[in-house]
T-cell receptor, first 113, second 111 residues
Framework: DGGITQSPKYLFRKEGQNVTLSCEQNLNHDAMYWYRQDPGQGLRLIYYSQIVNDFQKGDIAEGYSVSREKKESFPLTVTSAQKNPTAFYLC????????????FGDGTRLSIL | GENVEQHPSTLSVQEGDSAVIKCTYSDSASNYFPWYKQELGKRPQLIIDIRSNVGEKKDQRIAVTLNKTAKHFSLHITETQPEDSAVYFCAASILGNQFYFGTGTSLTVIP
């Protein structure tokens, strides 16, 4: 969907380095999500946010951090504590109120140098 | 938490045949079940969804059925075409707060 923009498309991380993945949406959605996708696996939830200035951990939050200072932005930081960060990262948003479909960005592919 | 299982992991069909992908879920409180199609290197795209107050939903060649008692739901694609080749994911959510995804089915339609 054109309403969700992830950047960069490709990102390389050096040992001990933190990197931040950007996710911006202009769909006026309250809820935003970060997923990690590994080959042969489904999407695993890292963090999600239902409202500005609030977010919750998903199933694999260790080694990641997020912020939600603005409704349209939900950046994800992959910290040096994440020992296996190589993956495809997808950001999504959805309307609040329950049972609404998620809309995904094009993803960021993160690799280790 | 919720656990979603998806089968098969790979599926090959001849063009024009039907394809069926099945998912089961564990939490009876789940009440929203979307299906996504993901082409290689691209974003997942919603193709159909169903809510727990409905047993079946159809959109042209695609249909989804839901059995709440057995806690399983299925995607049916009829008259398959080569452009249907992709990875398909099912998901379940409770009030849309968290979405739990299956591990995906790689569908290949052989011309």
């Amino acid at each position: 969907d054109g309403g969700i923009t992830q950047s960069p498309k490709y990102l390389f991380r050096k040992e001990g380095q933190n990197v931040t993945l950007s996710c911006e949406q202009n769909l006026n959605h309250d809820a935003m999500y970060w997923y990690r996708q590994d080959p042969g696996q489904g999407l695993r939830l890292i963090y999600y946010s239902q409202i500005v200035n609030d977010f919750q951990k998903g199933d694999i939050a260790e080694g990641y951090s997020v912020s939600r200072e603005k409704k349209e932005s939900f950046p994800l930081t992959v910290t040096s504590a994440q020992k296996n960060p190589t993956a495809f990262y997808l950001c999504a948003s959805a309307e609040q109120g329950g049972n609404q479909p998620q809309h995904f960005g094009d993803g960021t592919r993160l690799s280790i140098l | 938490g919720e656990n979603v299982e998806q089968h098969p992991s790979t599926l090959s069909v001849q063009e024009g045949d039907s394809a069926v992908i099945k998912c089961t879920y564990s939490d009876s409180a789940s009440n929203y079940f979307p299906w996504y199609k993901q082409e290689l290197g691209k974003r997942p795209q919603l193709i159909i969804d169903i809510r727990s107050n409905v047993g079946e939903k159809k959109d042209q060649r695609i249909a989804v059925t839901l059995n709440k008692t057995a806690k399983h739901f299925s995607l049916h694609i009829t008259e398959t075409q080569p452009e249907d080749s992709a990875v398909y994911f099912c998901a379940a959510s409770i009030l849309g707060n968290q979405f739990y995804f299956g591990t995906g089915t790689s569908l290949t339609v052989i011309p």
